[in-house]
């Protein structure tokens, strides 16, 4: 399965965002899942988790500004991104698994918070 990241943008420092991961093919298991980020000359870090029975888990950089959460129908994540800082600048991405990466990449969503 591959999933599709979309809702980046432009926004000052203290803007909001939220992010969209949809399932490239219909999907009706319920995965883990996780959001990434990958900054300029930077490895790719873990931003935040959720697992199937709905336990979540944030980087210490995001804690209390991002939230990841499902649908209803839980056919897609999302990642909703508050008080967003310069260093918050980054291509974000999902995958399936809490804390690891199970599937190939997506195109990911660029996410860029400037002055």
């Known amino acids: 399965v591959q999933f599709v990241e979309s809702g980046g943008g432009l926004v000052q420092p203290g803007g909001s965002l939220k992010l969209s991961c949809t399932p490239s093919t219909p999907v009706f298991v319920l995965f883990d899942m996780s959001w990434w980020r990958q900054a300029p000359g930077k490895q790719r870090e873990l931003v935040a988790s959720?697992?199937?029975?709905?336990?979540?888990d944030y980087a210490d950089s995001v804690k209390g500004r991002f939230t990841i959460s499902r649908d209803e129908a839980e056919t897609g994540v999302y990642l909703q991104m508050n008080i967003l800082e310069l260093e918050d600048t980054a291509v974000y991405y999902c995958n399936r698994g809490a804390g690891v990466a199970l599937e190939d990449w997506g195109q990911g969503t660029q996410v860029t918070v400037s002055t």
């Open positions: 959720i697992r199937s029975d709905g336990i979540t």
